[in-house]
């Protein structure tokens, strides 16, 4: 069966220090992947899908950038935090060229100090 | 793009009560519809979807029924209790466009009040 992770579970970053979220999904081969954020009680934002290794697409300009560095991993990363990148990012994946829903990590709570 | 809006954006029921969230959808080509529940602090989980070639579809105390010249879809659950109390999602996406990205409504939240 397929599994998603996603690590760390939370995370206190300063202003202005580095940052890099990695998710890996097991199980299955050339999925989709996406991140999203979702601030406190509010939608989900989605920042960057990819549909294949090196292949990255950004939803919203900021200072965040995606990577995928493997068929099965998906790494978000800042070279310098904002207090405005604090929140609640979620891995996602789903079936390639299928029209089926996401399965989403655990996520991770980020907050920015 | 495809754009979904969901109706209430809060719904308090008693418990035992039914509860029903709407979503609107703007692509008339898209053609699959999934539902996820988000508890405080956790992941969205898929708990039901619907494609376009059906008008309602259940599995216990949840269904979501279709209505395609409308362009809605909503989600009913019956017998309400309180592990019902979260964020609701709707989402939309049609093959072959953007790899079938699922487009999100902005959340309900549902609060089943004991």
């Known amino acids: 069966s397929q599994t998603i992770h996603q690590w760390p579970a939370t995370l206190v970053q300063p202003v202005g220090s580095p940052l890099s979220l990695e998710c890996t999904v097991e199980?299955?081969?050339?999925?989709?992947l996406y991140w999203y954020r979702q601030a406190a009680g509010r939608g989900l934002q989605l920042l960057f899908y990819s549909v294949g290794i090196g292949q990255i697409s950004s939803e919203v300009p900021q200072n965040l950038s995606a990577s995928r560095p493997q068929d099965r991993q998906f790494i978000l990363s800042s070279k310098k935090l904002l207090l405005s990148d604090s929140g609640f990012y979620l891995c996602?994946?789903?079936?390639?060229?299928?029209?089926?829903?996401?399965?989403f990590g655990s996520g991770t709570r980020l907050t920015v100090v | 793009g495809e754009n979904v809006e969901q109706h209430p954006s809060t719904l308090s029921v008693q418990e035992g009560d039914s509860a029903v969230i709407k979503c609107t959808y703007s692509?008339?080509?898209?053609?699959?519809f999934p539902w996820y529940k988000q508890e405080l602090g956790k992941r969205p989980q898929l708990i039901i979807d619907i494609r376009s070639n059906v008008g309602e579809k259940k599995d216990q105390r949840i269904a979501v029924t279709l209505n395609k010249t409308a362009k809605h879809f909503s989600l009913h659950i019956t017998e309400t209790q309180p592990e019902d109390s979260a964020v609701y999602f709707c989402?939309?996406?049609?093959?072959?466009?953007?790899?079938?990205?699922?487009?999100f409504g902005k959340g309900n939240q549902v609060v089943v009040i004991p």
């Open positions: 199980g299955t081969s050339n999925p989709n």
């Open positions: 996602a994946w789903s079936v390639r060229g299928a029209n089926y829903g996401y399965t």
């Open positions: 692509d008339s080509a898209s053609n699959y």
């Open positions: 989402a939309a996406s049609k093959e072959g466009y953007g790899n079938n990205r699922l487009a």
